[in-house]
């Protein structure tokens, strides 16, 4: 029989961009194995605070559940995570509150839900895709060598969550930083056999204001990684392309 005990649940709350903030205490029943997402779906059954107020239902943002779309980034005990894949057992070991805010480095759409617009931008910015004339048969395409997939795989497990901008101390109201997910994705789709027919477009869009030079080096981005992305590695690849195509891009055009 699972044990009887109760779940804390302190969340920073906020009706909308610049409304007023709040913290609201809940407690909810705990069950095995329980992650943050499960817990908020306790809250909404019954909103009502620890102390038995009834407050309107928490908003949140999650979709596939299983660490996979990205959706469900928010603070949760100051550290950026997956709501999804965050154990309460995990977090709260011994019944301490658990601690849950919206990321700050987006702007704020409703309580622990915000806006990430600014990362599917920065993709188009740097063209993250193959890019195909045409809708008819080309057949098939250049075969990927066995290395340069090993190579590619980890960094196409990127689900532009966030989490990498939320500890980035570059992306600030004061920089135009582009950030390590964007960038990381330049040297997957350089690897590509037939993406790297843009590399050059690619690079170029990273060598202006807010491109791959203004990164700080303070790794803080590689620690947070839900999917363990090499994003330092990449940032250091991006940088020596976009060095020799600042030196040796003329050569090309």
């Known amino acids: 029989m699972a044990e009887k005990r109760k779940i804390r649940l302190e969340v920073l709350r906020q009706d909308g961009p610049g409304a007023p903030k709040r913290r609201e205490a809940f407690a909810v029943d705990w069950h095995p194995r329980m992650n943050v997402i499960s817990a908020l779906m306790e809250i909404q059954k019954d909103p009502k605070t ?12 999650a979709c596939c559940l299983e660490e996979v779309c990205g959706a469900c980034s928010m603070l949760i005990n100051g550290k950026v995570r997956q709501a999804c894949s965050t154990l309460v057992d995990q977090v709260s070991p011994n019944g301490e509150p658990i601690v849950l805010a919206p990321m700050t480095k987006f702007p704020l759409v409703r309580d622990l839900i915000v806006d990430r617009s600014r990362m599917f931008d920065d993709l188009k910015k740097v063209k993250a895709w193959v890019d195909l004339d045409g809708s008819h ?14 190579e590619a795989y980890p960094l196409s497990r990127c689900m532009t969550c966030g ?8 992306i600030n109201g004061h920089s135009k930083f582009i950030g390590p997910a964007a960038i990381s994705q330049v040297r997957l789709f350089n690897l590509h056999p037939s993406g790297k027919m843009h590399a050059q477009a690619r690079l170029e869009a ?5 491109g791959v030079a203004d990164c700080g080096k303070a790794q803080n981005c590689v620690e947070v990684c839900p999917k363990e992305i090499p994003l330092v ?4 690849d991006v940088s020596r392309q976009t060095t020799k195509q600042m ?3 003329w050569l090309l055009k």
């Not at 102390?51 to 943002?61: E, K, R, T």
């Not at 990498?164 to 570059?170: I, T």
């Open 247 to 249: 030196l040796f891009g």
């Open 163 to 170: 989490c990498c901008l939320e500890a980035c101390p570059q």
């Open 206 to 210: 990273l060598m202006g204001e807010g």
């Open 233 to 236: 590695d990449s940032i250091a």
């Open 50 to 61: 620890a102390s038995g107020s009834a407050v309107a239902p928490v908003v949140w943002d």
């Open 137 to 150: 048969e080309l057949g098939p395409g250049p075969r990927q060598a066995q290395e340069n997939q090993e």
